[in-house]
C-alpha cells in the first residue's frame, strides 16, 4: 500500500505542486535571509522567540478569520507544549549551534536524512508506508547535497569541535521529526491544523523567552530596517504560509513525501547565493544539482 492510498482523500485547496514548492522556495530563500539576523547583534535565542511569538499570533488570527477554534482539549495542550519545545525551540537552536562548529553544508546533508527519518516514524506511527523506488531516489538526492557540499563536508575532520557539531545536526533533525509526528498526532485526532500550529510556535516562543532568561542573555531586540523586515518575512511567509503548507503535504501525502522538500532546498539556496552572495559554482557541485534534481523527479513521480 503506498503511503497516498493510507492517507485520507485530499483536501480542497491547494494542489499538492504547491504545497510542495511553496515551502520549498521559502525556506530556500530564508537560508539567506538569516543572515540579516545574524548580523544585528540580537542573540539567537531571541531572534528565534520574536520569529515564532509573532507568527504565532498571526496563525491564531488567521484561525479566527478562518472561523475555526482555538480552544484546543487539555490533553492537547500537553502535546502542543511538546511540539512547541521539540520543533520550534530545539530544532532552530541546534541548527544555529550545530553551524559554530560544523559547515552549513554538512547541516543541510543531516537535513537531508529527514526523509527516511520521516518514512520510519510514518510507518511505526501511522501505518504509512513507501515505495522501494522512494527511498533509492530519495537515496540518490542525499548524494547529490553530499556531492555539492563535498569540499566543506571533506574540510570538516580539521575542526576541533566538529564531533560536537554533528551531534548538535543530528539532535535538530531528530528534534524536526518528533515535531512531525506529534503535529499530525495533534490533526489526525480531528483537531485544525492553523489552531494546532498557532498553539505550538506561542509555546516554543514563550519556551525561549523563559530560557533567555534563565541563562542570562535576556530580552534584546534590534529596530534596524534588515532586522524589522527579515524578521516579518521569516515570520509570515517562513513560518505561517510555509508551515502551513507543509503540513498540509504531510497530511496528504504523508510526511516522508514533505521531507523531500529538504533535499530540493540546498539547492535552490546555492543558486540564490549565486545571484546574491557570488557563490561560484564547481562541476562538481553541478553535477550534484542534477543528480538531487533527477532524483526528486523520480520519487515523486506517481506509481
Known amino acids: 500500500m503506498s503511503t497516498t492510498a493510507a492517507l485520507a482523500p485530499a483536501s480542497p485547496g491547494l494542489s499538492s505542486r504547491w504545497l510542495f514548492w ?73 541548527v544555529y549551534e550545530a553551524e559554530r562548529h560544523i559547515p552549513s553544508g554538512l547541516v543541510a546533508v543531516l537535513f537531508c536524512l529527514m526523509v527516511f527519518g520521516n518514512a520510519f516514524s510514518g510507518r511505526l506511527f501511522f501505518a504509512q508506508t513507501v515505495s522501494r523506488r522512494f527511498l533509492l531516489a530519495a537515496s540518490g538526492g542525499v548524494a547529490g547535497v553530499v556531492m555539492i557540499f563535498w569540499p566543506e563536508i571533506a574540510a570538516t575532520g580539521a575542526r576541533p569541535t566538529a564531533a560536537l557539531g554533528l551531534g548538535l545536526g543530528l539532535l535538530a533533525v531528530l528534534c524536526a521529526c518528533v515535531g512531525n509526528v506529534l503535529t499530525l498526532t495533534l490533526t489526525r485526532r480531528g483537531l485544525a491544523l492553523v489552531p494546532v500550529l498557532a498553539w505550538s510556535m506561542g509555546y516554543g516562543a514563550a519556551f525561549l523567552a523563559s530560557l533567555s532568561l534563565i541563562n542570562g542573555s535576556g530580552w534584546h531586540f534590534s529596530w534596524q ?48 547565493s549565486a545571484l546574491l552572495e557570488g557563490w561560484v559554482p564547481t562541476a562538481l557541485s553541478l553535477a550534484g544539482m542534477g543528480l538531487c534534481l533527477g532524483s526528486i523527479y523520480v520519487a515523486t513521480r506517481p506509481q
Open 22 to 94: 511553496g515551502p520549498t522556495l521559502i525556506w530556500a530563500s530564508t537560508w539567506h535571509v538569516i543572515l540579516y539576523q545574524l548580523d544585528s547583534g540580537v542573540p539567537v535565542l531571541n531572534s528565534v522567540a520574536w520569529r515564532f511569538a509573532l507568527a504565532a499570533l498571526m496563525l491564531a488570527g488567521l484561525a479566527r478569520w478562518r472561523g475555526e477554534s482555538l480552544r484546543l482539549p487539555l490533553g492537547a495542550h500537553g502535546l502542543t507544549l511538546a511540539t512547541g519545545i521539540v520543533q520550534y525551540s530545539g530544532n532552530y537552536v541546534s
Open 225 to 272: 530596517p534588515s532586522y524589522l523586515l527579515s524578521l516579518l518575512y521569516l515570520a509570515v511567509a517562513g513560518s505561517v504560509a510555509a508551515f502551513v503548507m507543509y503540513f498540509k503535504l504531510a497530511q496528504r501525502q504523508g510526511a516522508a513525501r514533505a521531507a523531500l522538500t529538504g533535499v530540493v532546498i540546498p539547492v535552490i539556496a546555492l543558486a540564490i
